[in-house]
């Protein structure tokens, strides 16, 4: 008792503790504090024993109340699909046509295939589906096969250049470098540029225009709006897949780039097949 310490400002006795002179007060925690400490205690002491809590080897305790967030979640994601099957088997026995005049069923669609899109198809399209270097655009109203919902069913359906599937979409521009000289391709790429911007040598667009249409007005048409029978893209329209410019059209030219996309029918079923057609369609893209 002779060596206890007594501040001399606050009258409160210290802990003993010293350190560079300065001295810790022995002041209690609150009351309500310690009590609310002693709740948590039990409380936890209570949750431990009726939740699985503690970790074992091969898994936890199971808990007096046999809750299981797993089952909760397997019971919710089975509400889930019980809810959506009806809308689901519409569907499947429903034409495109038929989803897309029905409010219901086209909401359903659309959200459906905008999940199924993420899974599939945003690793070339895209998360937002405005496509790259190679990789079509979906929202703009350029369609080298076609923007009707048939037409894009078929295109998902089956692919493009999808060797393993006997409908898919099939397009090959053949290369011009034994054909064409080097300045003929000059020339040719200055028209096609000249359809919607200007090149960079005027001169060379009217001899340009005569090759394009002893070359490539056959697939492309002799307004260079192309055919969705041939896949024949539009090269009118300044919406470029391989690249802008005249040496991307040289370069095309010379060694063409043939993208391939494969046919998603045998992977993921007819009814999720109609649910990306329909969300493609909703982009604004479809005609």
């Keep these: 008792m002779a060596d206890r310490h007594i501040d001399e400002i ?20 609150p009351r309500w504090w310690v009590y609310s400490f002693y709740a948590t205690i039990i409380w936890a002491i209570g949750y431990a024993i009726a939740y699985p809590s503690w970790p074992m080897l091969t898994e936890a305790t199971k808990g007096m109340l046999g809750y299981s967030s797993r089952s909760e979640v397997s019971l919710e994601l089975a509400k889930a699909k019980a809810a959506q099957a009806g809308n689901a088997e519409r569907i499947a026995s429903s034409t495109l046509d038929d989803i897309i005049a029905d409010p219901q069923l086209q909401q359903f669609a659309v959200s459906a295939g905008a999940s199924a899109f993420k899974v599939n198809c945003a690793q070339c399209h895209g998360s937002g589906a405005a496509g790259a270097k190679g990789f079509p655009n979906l929202n703009d109203d350029d369609w080298v096969w076609g923007g009707k919902p048939d037409e894009i069913y078929q295109t998902i359906a089956h692919g493009v250049r999808h060797a393993a599937d006997g409908e898919t979409r099939v397009s090959e ?11 003929q391709m000059k020339q040719t790429a200055a028209y096609v ?13 009217e001899p340009g225009k005569q090759l394009f249409a002893d070359n490539c007005a056959s697939c ?3 307004d260079a709006k192309g055919s969705r029978e041939m896949g024949a893209p539009d090269l009118a329209d300044a919406i470029w897949l391989k690249g802008e410019g005249e040496q991307a059209i040289i370069n095309q030219m010379k ?12 992977r993921i079923g007819d009814t999720t097949v109609k649910q990306l057609a329909v969300f493609v369609y909703s982009l604004g893209g479809g005609e």
């Design 220 to 222: 492309h048409g002799a």
């Design 10 to 29: 606050s009258g409160v006795e210290t802990t003993g503790h010293e350190w560079d002179g300065i001295r810790e007060l022995n002041n209690p925690m």
């Design 255 to 266: 060694a063409p780039k043939h993208g391939v996309m494969p046919a998603w029918l045998p």
């Design 173 to 183: 521009m053949p290369s011009f470098a034994e054909m064409l000289d080097p300045e």
């Design 193 to 205: 540029v000249s359809l919607t911007g200007t090149p960079s040598d005027p001169a060379l667009v």
